[in-house]
């Protein structure tokens, strides 16, 4: 079945560990995102690419960064992790010309901060 | 500013009924979205609005007045297994996602 995996479903880190989350999808979706998700919060969205094009939303800490290196595949590195980056990741996509534009959600990436 | 509002949280009894609403706020609109949330899982898709109007899909409707900014997610012959958030999302002119920060429900024998 075409879908979106993320890898690792769970990440422990220490304070300051560097951490690196991926995503795949063989949905061949033009468009992948990053959301942030801190328990009974609604997704923050950190970064979408559209196709290429990068996009990081305004208010995304400088210590996230992403890399798309290919249309199947997204990276969200964390360069320093603290308490409060502690959160459900999500990774979704969509195709961008479907009207609707509805997403499809990876299972996540649950990362906790020791 | 751009807001999304739902309740926090709501209890319903399985074979019932229950409405959960959302109105919203944006700068344009193109769609209002429904997605269900299980604990600890992804958010999957469950209807999309545009026009005005009720949509039925089995056992969940959505209903949208673009006019009052008010959507809801009406679920019938509740299941055990329904029992999670369910998450409304209005899109923006800019097409990007607005969303709200989902309603608990809780699901009693």
Redesign the interface.
């Known amino acids: 079945d075409a879908m979106v995996i993320q890898n690792p479903r769970y990440q422990v880190t220490q304070f300051g560990k560097p951490v690196t989350l991926s995503c795949s999808q063989t949905l061949n979706h033009n468009v992948m995102y990053w959301y942030q998700q801190k328990s009974s919060q609604a997704p923050k969205l950190l970064f979408h690419y559209y196709d290429k094009d990068f996009n990081n939303e305004a208010d995304t800490p400088d210590n996230f960064q992403s890399r798309r290196p290919n249309t199947s595949f997204c990276f969200l590195d964390i360069r320093s992790p603290g308490l409060g980056d502690a959160a459900m990741y999500l990774c979704a996509t969509s195709r961008a010309d479907s009207g609707a534009n509805v997403l499809t959600f990876g299972a996540g990436s649950r990362l906790t901060v020791l | 500013g751009q807001n999304?509002d739902q309740p926090?949280e709501m209890t319903a009894t399985e074979g019932a009924i229950v409405q959960i609403n959302c109105t919203y706020q944006t700068s344009g609109f193109?769609?209002l979205?429904w997605y269900q949330q299980h604990a600890?899982?992804?958010?999957?898709?469950l209807s999309?609005n545009?026009l005005d109007g009720l949509e039925e899909k089995g056992r969940f409707s959505s209903f949208l007045s673009r006019s009052k900014g008010y959507s809801y997610l009406l679920l019938k012959e509740l299941q055990m297994k329904d029992s999670a958030?369910y998450?409304c999302a209005a899109?923006d002119s800019n097409?990007?996602?607005i969303?709200?920060?989902?309603t608990?429900l809780i699901i009693k024998p």
């Open positions: 999304i926090t193109n769609g979205f600890g899982e992804a958010p999957t898709f999309y545009v958030s998450l899109m097409y990007q996602l969303w709200g920060a989902g608990k």
